[in-house]
């Protein structure tokens, strides 16, 4: 009995003292935690109901069921702006990572001013949006651009009309993103490219193995970890697209390159507010990026 009452404040003071480190680290946590719940966690929740019900933001909300996904079966400008990310989405990720890895192998060499070189390419990432969609806008102006005036100067006739033309306007806003993210992902390739074993490549190379048999059986391979990692950050930030769209072709002519997004912000906020049915189009957008990733998951997950 003695033992057990001299372990008794022992253990209290333990409890306490447990208690105090618990309380300090919540602390610690609570304020993001919070901002993640009040910012992030209840607006999501208040979409996804809010998906099967009529809500204009004036009149009280009203429950309306799978109502909205039916509508959106017979809606040209959603199943339009369906089609036009997955374009963009193809587009844009493979021609990113072709040319953001290109870049890194190039800059990733013992040249001069490569340090320069390389914040360039990084720069029109970091750059205003407003700023170099103006710059890019006026490059492929179809009367003063300069690229017009090249491709006139060397015969072409029909010439391109990029984003004024219905048939050019997506190629003109994929290209546009390519160049404005490859730096950043240049940047990741470049760290995954200091973690490759270099005695490998030498080994390779004394075997005889010419430069694209390195990099396709010695680089590549191992770089898998980074391309997975950018494809999937590309994936997602491609479905997600809306700024670009915005700033070079405002969604046309004539819808023919709004994307999903654009056209959630559209029926939310230009046209007669429709919060329910824009909600529907995020869970279809939700569902779709959701798909993609998991796919892409166990795509690496077999090749491993």
Request: hydrophobic share 50%; charged share 10%.
């Amino acid at each position: 009995m003695t033992a057990n009452t001299a372990q008794a404040p022992a253990k209290r003071k333990r409890s306490g003292k447990d208690l105090r480190n618990n309380l300090t680290a919540y602390s610690f946590i609570a304020p993001n935690f919070i901002g993640f719940c009040v910012f992030t966690l209840v607006p999501m929740i208040f979409a996804i109901a809010l998906a099967f019900c009529n809500w204009d933001g004036v009149h009280p909300i009203e429950f309306t069921g799978v109502q909205n996904f039916v509508d959106l079966l017979g809606d040209a400008t959603f199943k339009t702006a369906f089609v036009n990310t997955i374009i963009y989405s193809l587009g844009t990720v493979p021609l990113t990572l072709v040319c953001s890895l290109g870049l890194a192998m190039l800059l990733n060499q013992k040249i001069r001013c490569r340090n320069f070189f390389r914040t360039v390419a990084f720069f029109p990432y970091v750059a205003s949006l407003v700023a170099v969609a103006a710059v890019w806008n006026m490059i492929f102006s179809p009367s003063m651009g300069p690229v017009n005036m090249i491709l006139s100067a060397l015969g072409v006739e029909n010439l391109p009309r990029w984003a004024a033309g219905k048939d050019t306007a997506m190629i003109t806003v994929i290209l546009f993103s390519v160049w404005k993210n490859m730096g950043y992902y240049m940047v990741i390739y470049l760290a995954g490219l200091q973690g490759i074993n270099p005695d490998l490549e030498e080994a390779a190379s004394l075997d005889g193995a010419s430069r694209w048999e390195i990099f396709w059986h010695v680089v590549l391979p191992q770089l898998r970890p980074t391309t997975f990692f950018v494809t999937i950050t590309l994936t997602i930030a491609s479905f997600k697209v809306y700024d670009q769209m915005y700033m070079i072709t405002q969604g046309g002519p004539g819808n023919a390159t709004i994307t999903l997004v654009y056209d959630i912000y559209n029926v939310a906020f230009v046209n007669t507010p429709k919060y329910g049915y824009a909600s529907a189009i995020s869970m279809v957008l939700f569902v779709l990026v959701l798909l993609i990733t998991v796919l892409q998951f166990r795509g690496s997950s077999s090749e491993e």
